[in-house]
């Protein structure tokens, strides 16, 4: 059974930074992309960043880039998301998504995780 568990939202001040991390079990994900995506009260879910497994090669939303990185440890089956320069409207739960394949989208990942909270204080 394939299980995403996303830790590392919590409060942060604008201009902060946090970590998101989410432990990937129970299959092999080598043919994987893993995405991370966010959904702020009264909005639709919005993509985030993407990182392929087996390559490492990432994609970013217009919004986060420059400001978040996303990577992955193979040895932990973790996927990381690295979040700087943080602001208010950063401010939603984060998911992890997985999906086998090259392109990975809120209407066709294989599985989610059940969210972590990230809320950015002015």
């Known amino acids: 059974q394939v299980q995403l568990v996303e830790s590392g939202g919590g409060l942060v001040q604008a201009g902060g930074s946090l970590r998101l991390s989410c432990a990937a079990s129970?299959?092999?994900?080598?043919?994987?992309?893993m995405g991370w995506f966010r959904q702020a009260p009264g909005k639709e879910r919005e993509f985030v960043a993407t990182?392929?497994?087996?390559?490492?090669?990432?994609y970013y939303g217009d919004s986060v880039k420059g400001r978040f990185t996303i990577s992955r440890d193979n040895a932990k089956n973790t996927v990381y998301l690295e979040m700087n320069s943080l602001k208010p409207e950063d401010t939603a739960i984060y998911y992890c998504?997985?999906?086998?394949?090259?392109?990975?989208?809120?209407?066709?990942?294989?599985?989610w995780g059940q969210g972590t909270q990230v809320t950015v204080s002015s």
């Open positions: 998504a997985a999906r086998m394949g090259v392109v990975i989208r809120p209407d066709n990942a294989d599985y």
């Open positions: 990182i392929r497994w087996s390559t490492g090669s990432t």
């Open positions: 129970g299959r092999t994900f080598s043919r994987y992309v």
